[in-house]
C-alpha cells in the first residue's frame, strides 16, 4: 500500500555511553530504504528526545542504549513522549537490554526491542511494517 | 645455483602449474568465492611463493629482534624470556566491589591491573548529576574522588603492580588520584608504574568520550605526558589506541594508519613544549585490537612496528632506540563477539589473541565470551584468562621469535599494509593534520563507510558469522549475567555528599580557584590537579572548573 509521504523516523541515543556504531547503521540503512531519518547524535536527555520528535514530526522513534541504563531512562523517555501527545508515534529500540527487561520495556508501550546481530533488513521491514499511517 | 636463478625457475614453474595442475582441479572444484580479501580490502591471492617476497631484504626489512625497525619483535628473546603481560580490564559497581575483583583476578594468575571507569567518571561528572542517572557503577566503576581511589587500590602494593587506566577526558584527575594513592603508601613517585590511556585525538572520531574541544584537550594530553616525562619515568602517560577506531567500525588499515598519525600528532605537540624527542618518546605507548582475520592482524603488529621506528627515526630523528620502541597493548575484539550462541565466542576470543601473540605484543586483554551481553562474570573471565595461559604454556606458540617471519603471505601482507598506512599517512598531512581531519569529519567518514559495508557483507551472507546469519539452529544455552545492583548510585551518591560534608571546604574552594587561575593561563595543570585531588575535591568539581574555561565538545555528526 502506497502511504502519504515519507516515514519521518528520530535515531536517539539516550544514556552517557557512546557506541553508536548500530544507532549510524540503523540510521543509514532506514535512510538508504527510502525513509526521512533524523539522528540527534550522542547523549540525548529524555526531554531532548521527546522535544525533537515533537519538533521533527516523526512517526517512528528508534532509541539505541548500550550503558545499562535503559531501566532508568527509557521509562522516562516514553513518558515525556506521551506527555507531549505523541500518542501514535511508533518507538522500537535497541543495544544491549538483557533478555529479561524486554517485558518491562514493552509494557512502557516500546513496539520491538532488536539485539545485537539483527540483520538491517529485520528493522527496515518492521519499521515499514509498524509506523504509523499519516492521516 | 644463485637466488636469482632459483627465482626465475619457480616463477616458471608457477606459470606451468597455472596452465596445468590448477585449471584442471577447478574445473571440477569450482572455489567457494570468485574472490578473497581482506577486512582492508586487500585483495588475497590464491597461493604466495618466493616471487612476492623477491624485495624484500632481510637485513633491512626485517633485520633482528631487538634491533630497528624491530619488525620482528622489541626484545632480543622475546617471550622466551618473559611472557606479555595478561591484563584483565576490570572494573564495575563500588570501588570496594572492584578491589575485591582485582584480588581475585591478581590470585589467578593475572600480572597488571586495568581500570574500567563507568560513564560518569569517564564524562567527568559525580554520581548526583542529572546525567548520572542510571549510570553510576554499571560499565565500570564509580570512582568520585580521592576517597574512591583509596579504596579501589586498597592493599595493591602500587610498587610492584603495574595499573592501566582506560582514561581520557578526566585522566589528568584520575592519574593525580592515583599518585596520591603512591603518596600515601609511601611509594617514591620514581616507582610507580603504569599507563593512562590519556588519548583524547581518536575520542573525537572514534569512541566519542570527549568534555573538552579538540584544542585544551590536546592541551591537557600534553601537560600528562610532560609531568610524567620529568616526574614519573615509569608511567606511561599516554597509549596511543587504535581498539577504538577499530571498534567503530574502522577496518585494519584504517586503524593502523589513523593510530599511527595521532601518535604523529602527539609527538609534534610535545615538541613544541621544548622537549627533546629521546626525552619523552620511550614511554609513548599503543593500544590496538586483534580482530578475527588471523594473518591480517599479525601483519598489521609487525607493519605497526616497523612503520613507527620508521617514522620516529626518520621523521622525527630520535637517537635513542627505544625511542623507536612501540610497546603495544592487545585487546581481543568486542565487536566480533555474538550475544548469540555466546560460547562460540571463546573460540573467537581464543584466534584474536594468538593473533596478538604471534603479532609479539608486550600486552594481552582477552575478552570474557559474556560481554556482548553484559559485564564479565567471575567465571567468564577466568575463562578468558585461561585462554591466555594456554597460549602461553600450552599452544608452544611462544617459544620462537616471530614464528610466522618468512611466510610468503605474512610478508606480503607486512608490506601492503605498511605502504597502505603509509599513503593515508601522507594524505592527512596534506589535510593539514589530524586536528583539521577531524574537522571535516574525515576519520569519521572513513570509518563510518567501513562500518557500513561490513555490515552490508553480513546482512548479504557476504561474511559468514557463525550462529548469527549460518549455523544459528540448535538450543540455545541460557548463561548466567552480571547484573548491578541499582542500589551502587544511591551508595554512590550518599558517599559524595558526605565527603563535601566532612572535608575542610574553605581548602577546596581556594584550590578550585587555583586551578581556574592556573587553567586561564596556560600553565601545566598536573600539580595543581594533584592538589585538588589530595584535598578531596570532587572529579566533577574539577573538571567543572575546566568545563566553564573551555565549554564542552559539540559532536560533529557524521553517519
Sequence with gaps: MERKGKIRVLIAKPGLDSHDRGAKIVARSLRDAGMEVIYTGLRQTPEQIAETALQEDVDVIGLSILSGAHKALFPRIMELVKKKGLTDVMVFAGGIIPKEDIPEMKKLGISQIFGPGTPTETIVRFVFDNA???T | MSDKKKLTDTQREKERWEKTTLPKWIHN?????????????????????????????????????????????????????????????????????????????LDEGETGLSIAFDYPTIMGYDPDHPLATGE??????????????????????????????????????????????????????????GTTQNDMLKEFFAQKLCIFPPKPSLKLVTDIIEYCTRHLPRWNPVSISGYHIREAGANALQELAFTLYDGITYVESILERGLKVDDFAP???????????????VAKFRAARRLWAKIMKERFHAKNPRSMWMRMHVQTSGCTLT???????????????????????????????DEALCLPTEEAVRVALRTQQIIAHESGAPDTIDPLAGSYYIEALTDELEERAMDYIQRIDAMGGALVAIEKGFFQK????????????????????????????????????????PKVEEEQVARVEKLRRERDNRKVEEVLKKLHYAAERDTNLMPVIIEAVKDYATLGEICGVLRKIHGEYKELIVI
Design chain 1, 132 to 134: 504509523p499511517e499519516r
Design chain 2, 446 to 485: 572513513e570509518i563510518a563507510d567501513s562500518s557500513y559495508k561490513y555490515q552490508i557483507e553480513t546482512d548479504r551472507k557476504k561474511r559468514i558469522v557463525v550462529g548469527v546469519n549460518e549455523y544459528t539452529t540448535g538450543e540455545e544455552i541460557p548463561i548466567s549475567i552480571l547484573r548491578i545492583d
Design chain 2, 29 to 105: 572444484h569450482p572455489e567457494r568465492r570468485s574472490n578473497f580479501h581482506t577486512t582492508s580490502e586487500i585483495p588475497i591471492k590464491r597461493l604466495y611463493t618466493p616471487e612476492d617476497m623477491q624485495n624484500l631484504d632481510y637485513l633491512k626489512d626485517l633485520s633482528f629482534p631487538g634491533e630497528f625497525p624491530f619488525t620482528r619483535g622489541l626484545h632480543a628473546t622475546m617471550y622466551r624470556g618473559r611472557l606479555w603481560t595478561m591484563r584483565m580490564f576490570s572494573g564495575y559497581g563500588t570501588a570496594d566491589q572492584t578491589n575485591q575483583r582485582f584480588k581475585y583476578l
Design chain 2, 283 to 297: 614511554r609513548l605507548s599503543f593500544f590496538f585490537a586483534s580482530h578475527n582475520n588471523l594473518f591480517e592482524e
Design chain 2, 136 to 193: 553510576v557503577g554499571i560499565c565500570g566503576v564509580a570512582v568520585s574522588s580521592l576517597k574512591d581511589m583509596e579504596v579501589l587500590l586498597d592493599q595493591i602494593p602500587l610498587d610492584k603492580v603495574t595499573t592501566s587506566m582506560t582514561i581520557n577526558g578526566p585522566a589528568a584527575m584520575l592519574l593525580a588520584m592515583y599518585v596520591a594513592v603512591g603518596d600515601k603508601q609511601g611509594i617514591p613517585r620514581e616507582r610507580i608504574g
Design chain 2, 339 to 369: 550475544a548469540k550462541q555466546p560460547l562460540n565466542n571463546i573460540t573467537r576470543t581464543t584466534i584474536e589473541a594468538l593473533a596478538a601473540v604471534i603479532g609479539g605484543t608486550q600486552s594481552l586483554h582477552t575478552n570474557s565470551f
